[in-house]
């Protein structure tokens, strides 16, 4: 057991640091929020001093306690308070949005319930790398409520992931009362239909926090099943700086005011002669020391400097193998004509051998989704991978896509490379926060302390008549989200050279798969091949008019081009392959060259990649267009099932042909 004055004084350093960088807050010299955990020290404390170097948390809003506890340092906790780049963060993350990955500290998180199920893929990772430890996840009594956190519970249940959920349960979502918004029993409760271990427990005595987490930990590392322990404790100032904290009962303020950890703590230890007056003293003293030290450490810090306000967006994706040269390649040493081997291969294949070859090289990578194995996912792209890499690698996932993507940020974050799967792009709505809000930000508000090499695979798109909830194409809505990469290969070739690419980046991707392709055919290169990621391919050349579009709608563009050219008109098609990067120079050039562009695309027209890219290229080469820039897009309605109906929404040939024509009459 750690020494109690030790304990003590890591109570005395959350709790000095707390009141002082609230004050500091109040002052109006710490940007943004703050988030008082004063009050709740038992709980960072007990838990945090029952764990090894190695073993992880994930934290929440209200963190600074438990980065404390994990072995913090104090000085660099409160520079990314006040936004100086010597923080943790290089005050990209602030209060909210810390990390320490040094001390096994994983992120505080901004968004309620946003990190369980981050933990819970952080536990996969340490036990698919068969690491002796655990994750600790902290949330609060709001979180409880979260479908982040029932999905999450469910999963670490179902393969016994070495995780423990930590429930700081101060009484209040915010201002309101958590028994006016919670059934049940208890929030720990909630852990019998999952068939785990389940407590509830004094919060606010270190030492009661101390032993229910050295036996939860006991029980976790034997494989017993993760554990829920729900700490009752009390926060002593309101929500957040702005709050007055007016809603509260004082009489019930006061009665906790006599529960106050640190005070308890202390009385404990003079009752049972385990230390003195004069050692409480020493310890303040000492606390406050290193707290004065680093306040006016801090305060000598210059600003940030704003060009780091671009830094970290992504990481760097590793050199792509030598691509394979096209078929008429002359090979400038040896000056000779290298004839390449092609074979036609289904979209779905090319996809599929992608992600076989980066499975047979490496262990980390695994497929993740629904029905993705026995099934071979809906659309039959892992058809056969169970057979060949065993249920330990292909596993098939409650219908939970918040919990399906997170626990793949949590699995890439712990050190493995999972490949996830969507059942259709319209589902992406329910794992949306885990994408953008976790997934696409990390590597940016941890400064680069973490990577989320997740490849998250979905298909998209209509004409099949499926209706409004399974035919939307979403992809120009994630291309608006820094930090994700969305890729939309058209070709057989593209689809596994591009996939390629994705699996071997550090990036989060969003792999978008037309339904309409999987079953095209096209050739594929049988020598290894990876294709740059944000490079446009001009898949038809022309003089008259460019066009423009991905995936599925570059099917459509060619075949309305053939028809063009009837008439004389020779339209140049360009697949951009990419959203995010987006190739915006290909398509400038390609426009000025034949000086009239039409913008292809299977999304609503509103606010859409037509609106982006026609912005982008009257930026760059204004003066060279002489015709209208003009868009054919799916109509802003959702898509219906019937065929005529759904005809008459979406993109086809004949509208883009009658678009082409509406713009170059505009030339005379």
């Known amino acids: 057991m750690p020494q109690p004055l030790h304990i003590l004084e890591q109570m005395l350093t959350i709790r000095i640091f707390e009141t002082v960088m609230e004050e500091e807050s109040k002052a109006g010299r710490l940007p943004g929020t703050f988030h008082s955990s004063a009050g709740q020290e038992a709980v960072a404390v007990g838990c945090c001093a029952s764990l090894t170097h190695d073993d992880l948390i994930v934290s929440t809003h209200r963190g600074h306690g438990h980065f404390i506890g994990k072995g913090g340092d104090v000085f660099k906790i409160m520079a990314e308070l006040y936004g100086k780049e010597a923080g943790y963060s290089g005050g990209k993350g602030g209060t909210q949005h810390l990390a320490g990955v040094d001390v096994g500290f994983m992120g505080s998180n901004g968004i309620t319930g946003g990190g369980i199920p981050i933990a819970t893929g952080l536990a996969m990772a340490l036990l698919r790398k068969e690491r002796p430890n655990v994750v600790v996840s902290f949330f609060g009594d709001g979180a409880a409520n979260q479908g982040s956190f029932h999905e999450s519970l469910n999963m670490a249940a179902i393969w016994k992931l070495p995780v423990i959920f930590v429930c700081e349960n101060n009484g209040w979502a915010m201002s309101t009362p958590v028994n006016a918004v919670t059934a049940g029993p208890s929030i720990a409760h909630r852990g019998e239909a999952y068939g785990i271990l389940y407590k509830t427990i004094d919060g606010n005595d270190v030492e009661a926090v101390l032993d229910h987490m050295r036996g939860a930990l006991t029980m976790v590392m034997h494989g017993e099943a993760p554990a829920l322990l729900e700490c009752r404790t009390w926060r002593l100032k309101g929500h957040s700086r702005a709050d007055q904290n007016l809603y509260r009962d004082k009489m019930t303020e006061g009665d906790w005011a006599k529960r106050d950890p640190i005070a308890r703590f202390k009385q404990k230890l003079l009752e049972k002669k385990r230390a003195t007056q004069a050692d409480f003293d020493r310890a303040e003293a000492r606390v406050r020391k290193r707290i004065d030290d680093a306040l006016q450490k801090c305060k000598e810090l210059p600003p940030a400097r704003p060009e780091t306000a671009f830094e970290k967006v992504y990481v760097t994706v590793p050199a792509a193998p030598t691509p394979v040269p096209s078929p008429t390649h002359v090979s400038r040493k040896h000056h000779a004509i290298v004839e390449l081997e092609f074979e036609n291969k289904p979209y779905w294949q090319a996809i599929q051998e992608a992600m076989c070859e980066a499975m047979d090289r490496d262990h980390k990578y695994f497929v993740f989704g629904e029905d993705v194995a026995e099934y071979g996912g809906c659309f039959k792209v892992t058809r056969g991978m169970l057979e060949r890499f065993g249920k330990e690698r292909i596993i098939n996932t409650p219908i939970s896509e918040e919990a399906i993507v997170g626990v793949c940020i949590g699995a890439a974050m712990g050190g493995l490379r999972p490949i996830g799967e969507i059942m259709f792009m319209d589902f992406v709505f329910l794992a949306l926060d885990q994408l953008a809000n976790h997934a696409a930000k990390f590597h940016y508000i941890?400064?680069?302390?973490?990577?989320?090499?997740?490849?998250?695979?979905?298909p998209m798109g209509g004409y099949r008549g499926y209706g409004a909830t399974h035919s939307q194409c979403l992809d120009t809505l994630l291309m608006k989200i820094p930090g994700l990469r969305v890729v939309t290969p058209w070709s057989p070739r593209d689809a596994k050279g591009l996939m390629k690419t994705c699996l071997m980046g550090d990036d989060p991707v969003i792999f978008v798969e037309h339904k309409a392709l999987y079953g095209?055919?096209?050739?594929?290169?049988?020598?290894?091949?990876?294709?740059?990621?944000?490079?446009?391919?001009?898949?038809?050349?022309?003089?008259?008019?460019?066009?423009?579009?991905?995936?599925?709608?570059?099917s459509l563009s060619l075949q309305a081009a053939e028809l063009l050219a009837k008439d004389g008109i020779d339209a140049e098609v360009i697949d951009l392959r990419c959203l995010a990067p987006l190739d915006r120079q290909t398509v400038a050039e390609s426009a000025a060259r034949t000086k009239a562009l039409v913008i292809v695309e299977e999304g609503h027209l509103t606010a859409?990649?037509?609106?982006?890219?026609?912005?982008?290229?009257?930026?760059?080469?204004?003066?060279?267009?002489?015709?209208?820039?003009?868009?054919?897009?799916?109509?802003?309605?959702p898509i219906p099932s019937a065929v005529e109906l759904e005809r008459a929404i979406l993109p086809n040939v004949e509208k883009i042909v009658a678009t082409v024509k509406q713009s170059l009459a505009a030339r005379g």
Do not use: F, H
């Open 608 to 637: 859409g990649l037509g609106a982006e890219l026609s912005a982008s290229v009257q930026e760059r080469v204004y003066d060279y267009l002489d015709c209208p820039i003009l868009r054919v897009a799916a109509a802003d309605v």
């Open 520 to 554: 095209t055919t096209g050739p594929v290169p049988k020598t290894e091949e990876a294709i740059p990621l944000g490079k446009a391919n001009i898949v038809r050349p022309g003089k008259d008019i460019t066009l423009c579009a991905n995936s599925y709608m570059v």
């Open 446 to 458: 941890y400064n680069g302390q973490v990577k989320v090499p997740i490849v998250i695979r979905m």
